[in-house]
């Protein structure tokens, strides 16, 4: 049987995973903009904008851990948010730290080649987070593929789910940025309960 759910019901279930935790998912959100964009913005300052690019790139394992911190929220709703968790791509420094400087960088040569290819390849590669969290031995290109594998026939779905919530982007940026506080965290909860579900949905293809 189908495993995947409705674009509506991911974002449901997004809501209720968020149910009285908007405010420390807003926070955690700030504090994860403040850190790229406070370094940028002090960088920029003194006028070292590769010595910026180096820094965010060092901070990939930063964005690892604001990912997983919402895929922890849903696997212990009773718990509340842990901010603490977005540290934790520390703990895995460079296994985290080069599988997705490699996984960006594949982006960016799709990209270079045409802007279409290099969004279906942001979406092909958009579970590998997930995998380094779930699949410690997994790194590198082999973590990279197992996304692959597992967005096969799914890229359009996840698009599509992203594409619903274009009314918020409108928001956020009529609010001066204020709305995506709030955006990501609903995002990235409606994309860990999109992984949940396509996990257990591999496992059965395999099984």
């Known amino acids: 049987g189908a495993i995947m759910d409705t674009i509506t019901n991911y974002k449901d279930r997004a809501i209720a995973s968020l149910s009285g935790k908007w405010g420390v998912a807003a926070i955690a959100t700030l504090i994860y903009l403040v850190i790229f964009g406070g370094i940028e913005g002090t960088v920029k300052y003194f006028e070292m904008s590769s010595f910026g690019t180096i820094i965010q790139i060092l901070l990939f394992p930063l964005a690892w851990g604001f990912t997983i911190m919402f895929l922890e929220n849903i696997r212990h709703e009773e718990n509340g948010m842990d901010i603490g968790i977005m540290f934790d791509g520390f703990k895995d420094y460079i296994r985290i730290l080069l599988t997705s400087l490699l996984m960006n960088i594949y982006i960016v040569l799709w990209s270079l080649l ?51 919530m274009i009314g918020w982007l409108f928001l956020s940026i009529i609010t001066f940025g204020i709305g995506f506080l709030f955006l990501a965290p609903y995002n990235e909860t409606a994309h860990a309960h999109f992984y949940e579900d396509l996990k257990v949905e591999c496992q059965q293809n395999i099984a």
């Open 114 to 164: 045409l802007v279409v290819p290099g969004i279906i390849k942001a979406y092909s590669y958009s579970m590998t987070y997930y995998i380094l969290k779930d699949d410690p031995d997994l790194k590198y290109n082999s973590a990279i593929e197992k996304s692959m594998r597992m967005m096969e026939g799914h890229k359009m779905d996840l698009f599509l789910l992203d594409l619903s």
